[in-house]
């Protein structure tokens, strides 16, 4: 009877053949590298395996790039080097496409490495979809962890997510996904969770993908009490399974030739449910009076058997049902029965236990329909991942479902998506939700029709589409019995019964503009009268030049500054007239406050800013950032969604088009104002890391955010990006936008922090740019990163060949050594080998002391030098109040 429940396994033939000329072309192959930068190629070749792992950038839409501590690196090979972790959001999930049906291998990897310098592993849960998978801790698996499972997708979308459970940050490395051949690894109920798959043989490597078609992992193992017995002829490994054939070349036998074979495992959990695969083949050479011939026990019980293990051939003897064993604990022997001249033999093995994934996914429908509506209306939010209706915990936002039982697809019954900042017209994927009871649209900027379509749907009782601005009349299949319906505030929607005329509340509209215009006229007379008041009110402070050398600056008390409203804002702009730049954070206009003093605002979006507190902290921070070399925050408004930021108008444009010639700046600067500039912009870095208090840093130093002004005076512009920092034992800190391409510290990508020597790698690229004018990625150039070029024609020890052409050779050639080796080493990949700001400043006015003295001998000569911009060192440079 218990023979019966087992299956033996012979299997040769052409089906299992194609088997493999599918496998070995990675085909249905899903190898993600986890927070793999941009920058980094992919796909990638992985040169031990051979497979095409590939960034995991468009499998999922949150999380951060990380890298493990550089000095583990050695450790963790890729593409376990790189990380992608989730300090937002209680769940992250990746969206996979698989095939319904079929199984799947799914292998998460997860290293933690010390990526974010803070030393303390992460510990979080996984699931599948909706349901729970593994917890990981890296606290206990200091090597990294690796869930693995064998599981048949229910629908052909799988969802793999991190699910944060405490304080500690999730994070993943690597997943990688295996169709498995189309009827292996079948259970009775449940997928299977990996324990352990060994084939026996002393000291081998351990194998995966290319020798395992199926890329299962398989380590060796051998115990002392077995003798090893080996082959080198080809050993056919063609069934369902397919182990590798290098495992199947070796085997175990007792060393003592009447002994049983035994292999013993167990577990902590007593009812744990065990699938077994044991692989085996002959390979040794029979005698014609040799038989090798043996049964199966597991814990004293015949578990299959006799197996006489075919000629260079596999046999594979598996469990149809699950076995539990007693007391948690496994003995599998192998022994030989009576007319057997040899022991037994074992050539691989694997066993799993059973994992229950219970919870049904939400109806497939329902799901493609509110995936459908996502992204129609291109909604973002951060906990619209996986399944939409459970776990329970984890339902999205705005959704409600019924739920039965665990069983039972839980369906979607109310969708609202009340002032979600919906555009566009209603959707036709709203129809597909079947059992919707409750659509809620309102206070959108919906247009269009109102379709025949939400009438028909015959489980809604409540519509409500109010405050959006649809059109049309409303059709007659919406107006049902038993259907409540809300359309209020659309003024142009034509009410059913009158079919000419529109909606009352368009009458509203001339006198909600005219109360709005009364408003903005009161408030630009009030502006006026304060303006006039704070004129002459406008107190400033000036300290006394401090002590430090080289420093600037000066305090201006917090009064002067202030918080403008929006039709201040409106009218400062002239309606927002003169739009003079756009940058990541959105435009920035021309504006006069008061008719004289000269201002560039900035109108953020709200999607840009971290949310209102952040802003306003950020904005105190700034009124109190004041330096000559530094572009000023004036004022800002926080009026609703209105947040603008204020800045001192900066009229030259930026030394970017100064150096390209774009933008009408075709005047060449020449290299003394060049380094004038660059000690000036230097100067504001300066202040920024050790002058203020916090001390900040930029985070986003590149050639368009140093401004000139008419003296061509640099002023560092676009503190948006920057944070304050602690200073003393945490001298970093943790970004939420990292710098620009080309720009950014090198040492990002492996601590994802930047701390002030990430400003001085951005000014040495800066520097590197104002002493070679090439572009600082350039993709058709061999050496694409201005680094590496500069460092390739370094090679031939000829200055003038990286310096600016348009230059014309007019320049202290000692002075732009010193400036070029001093620009290399702000850019050393290494941070704690980079200058500070302080000596780069005094580095360049030496250089620039050199190059004025030059130009002081020869002025009387080189009279035609473009009289605009050879200006000269002069008090700018000294210490001085404003
Ligand atoms: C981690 O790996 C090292 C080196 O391979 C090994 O010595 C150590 O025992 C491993 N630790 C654990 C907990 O597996
Ligand atoms: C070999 O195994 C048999 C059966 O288990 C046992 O009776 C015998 O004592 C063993 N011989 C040695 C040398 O261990
Ligand atoms: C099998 O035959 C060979 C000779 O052909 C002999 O040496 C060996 O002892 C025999 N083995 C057994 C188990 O009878
Ligand atoms: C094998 O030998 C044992 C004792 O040596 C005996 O009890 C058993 O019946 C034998 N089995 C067969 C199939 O001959
Ligand atoms: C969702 O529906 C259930 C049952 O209909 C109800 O008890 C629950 O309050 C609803 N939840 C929300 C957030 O509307
Ligand atoms: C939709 O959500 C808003 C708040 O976001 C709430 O005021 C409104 O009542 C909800 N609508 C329904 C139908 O539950
Ligand atoms: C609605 O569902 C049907 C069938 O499931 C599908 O063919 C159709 O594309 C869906 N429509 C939308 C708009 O998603
Ligand atoms: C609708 O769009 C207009 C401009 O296109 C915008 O001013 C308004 O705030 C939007 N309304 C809503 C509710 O999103
Ligand atoms: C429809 O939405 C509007 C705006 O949110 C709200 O004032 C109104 O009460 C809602 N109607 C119903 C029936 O919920
Ligand atoms: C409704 O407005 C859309 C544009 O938003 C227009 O194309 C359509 O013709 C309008 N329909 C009616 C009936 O006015």
């Excluded at 979607?412 to 009340?418: E, H, Q």
């Excluded at 503009?513 to 006039?532: G, Q």
């Excluded at 990625?777 to 052409?805: C, F, Y």
Aim: hydrophobic share 35%; charged share 20%; glycine share 6%.
């Amino acid at each position: 009877m218990e023979r019966s429940l087992r299956l033996l396994l012979l299997l040769i033939g052409t089906l299992a053949i194609i088997h493999i000329a599918q496998a070995q072309s990675q085909q249905g192959f899903i190898s993600l590298d986890c927070g793999l930068p941009p920058n980094e190629p992919s796909p990638y070749k992985e040169p031990r395996t051979g497979l095409q792992f590939i960034s995991d950038a468009t499998f999922i839409q949150t999380g951060k790039l990380g890298r493990i501590q550089a000095n583990r690196e050695a450790e963790f090979l890729k593409p376990s080097t790189t990380l992608r972790y989730f300090p937002e959001g209680t769940r992250n999930c990746y969206n996979l496409n698989v095939e319904k049906g079929r199984n799947h291998l799914i292998r998460a990897r997860f290293v933690y490495g010390n990526y974010d310098g803070l030393d303390i592993a992460p510990t979080f849960d996984l699931y599948l979809g909706p349901n729970p998978w593994a917890t990981v801790d890296l606290q206990k698996q200091v090597n990294g962890s690796r869930p693995e499972i064998l599981h048949i997708p229910t629908s052909n979308k799988l969802q793999i997510c991190l699910v944060k459970t405490g304080e500690t940050t999730p994070l993943i490395s690597v997943l990688e996904v295996r169709p498995m051949g189309k009827d292996s690894y079948l259970t009775k109920s449940g997928s299977l969770k990996f324990y352990y798959r060994e084939y026996f043989s002393k000291s081998a490597p351990s194998l995966r993908y290319p020798d395992d078609v199926y890329d299962r992992q398989w380590t060796s193992f051998f115990e002392k009490e077995w003798t090893q017995i080996s082959t080198t002829s080809d050993v056919g490994n063609s069934n369902d399974y397919q182990p590798p054939k290098v495992a199947l070349t070796t085997a175990a036998i007792p060393t003592n030739a009447t002994a049983p074979l035994t292999n013993v495992w167990g577990s902590v959990d007593v009812g744990e449910q065990y699938y077994l695969y044991a692989h085996f083949a002959e390979i040794q050479e029979l005698l014609a009076n040799e038989t090798r011939e043996f049964n199966m026990v597991l814990n004293g019980k015949l578990f299959y058997g006799p197996v006489v293990p075919p000629k260079l051939l596999i046999t594979t003897v598996l469990s149809v049902n699950p076995d539990t064993c007693e007391e948690g604990l496994c003995n599998l022997q192998l022994i030989r029965t009576n007319r057997s001249t040899l022991p037994p033999l074992l050539n691989a093995y694997e066993v799993y236990k059973v994992i229950q994934f219970p919870q049904s996914e939400t109806d497939e429908n329902d799901v493609a329909a509110v995936k459908n509506i996502q992204t129609t209306y291109g909604l973002s939010r951060i906990n619209w991942q996986s399944d939409p209706c459970v776990p329970l915990q984890f339902m999205w936002d705005g959704l409600n479902c019924s739920i039965t039982d665990i069983s039972t697809p839980p369906r979607i019954t109310t969708l609202n998506l009340s002032s979600s900042g919906l555009t566009g017209t209603i959707a036709a994927a709203f129809q597909n939700l079947t059992t919707l009871e409750k659509l809620d649209l309102s206070n959108n900027n919906l247009t269009g029709e109102v379709p025949e379509f939400l009438g028909n749907m015959k489980s809604l009782l409540v519509i409500n589409l109010s405050g959006n601005d649809l059109n049309g009349t409303i059709p007659q299949s919406l107006q049902r019995k038993g259907l409540e319906l809300s359309y209020q505030g659309n003024p142009r929607l034509i009410l059913p019964g009158s079919p000419t005329k529109p909606q009352k509340t368009k009458v509203l509209v001339p006198i909600v503009a005219s109360v709005a215009s009364a408003a903005i006229l009161i408030a630009v007379l009030v502006l006026f009268l304060i303006f006039r008041k704070k004129k002459t009110s406008a107190v400033q402070v000036v300290h006394p030049p401090s002590s430090r050398p080289a420093m600037d600056y000066t305090y201006a008390t917090p009064t002067k500054k202030r918080k403008f409203t929006y039709p201040e804002v409106m009218n400062m702009t002239n309606n927002f007239e003169r739009v003079v730049g756009e940058g990541g954070f959105g435009v920035v206009c021309h504006g006069t406050v008061n008719g004289l003093e000269q201002v560039a605002v900035k109108l953020l979006s709200q999607s840009s800013t971290q949310g209102y507190k952040e802003f306003k902290a950020e904005v105190d921070l700034l009124l109190r950032v004041h330096h000559t070399n530094l572009v000023s925050l004036v004022g800002y408004c926080d009026e609703g969604e209105h947040l603008a930021l204020i800045y001192e108008y900066v009229p030259n444009g930026d030394l970017r088009q100064h150096l390209s010639g774009k933008g009408g700046k075709t005047i060449v600067i020449n290299w003394g104002t060049r380094l004038r500039i660059a000690a000036e912009a230097a100067q504001g870095l300066e202040y920024l890391h050790i002058g203020c208090t916090p001390p900040m840093v930029h985070r986003d130093v590149k050639t368009t955010n140093i401004l000139l002004d008419e003296h061509y005076k640099a002023k560092l512009a676009d503190f948006g990006l920057s944070r304050s920092f602690p200073v003393g034992g945490d001298s970093h800190v943790s970004t939420v936008v990292a710098g620009t391409p080309g720009y950014l510290d090198p040492e990002y990508y492996h601590t994802s922090r930047l701390g002030e020597k990430s400003d001085v790698y951005s000014f040495g690229i800066v520097l590197l740019e104002m002493i070679s004018n090439q572009p600082v990625i350039d993709r058709n150039r061999a050496k694409s990163h201005i680094t590496q070029w500069v460092e390739s024609q370094l090679n031939g020890g000829d200055i003038a060949k990286i310096m600016d052409p348009k230059l014309n050779g007019d320049y202290d050639s000692l002075s732009a050594w010193r400036a070029l080796e001093l620009a290399m080493s702000c850019a050393n990949p290494t941070s704690a080998k980079r200058p500070t700001m302080s000596h780069v400043v005094i580095e360049l006015k030496e250089c620039l002391v050199s190059e004025n003295s030059r130009r002081n001998m020869s002025r009387g000569m080189d009279s035609l030098s473009s009289p605009e911009v050879s200006m000269i060192f002069d008090s700018e440079m000294t210490p001085r109040a404003r």
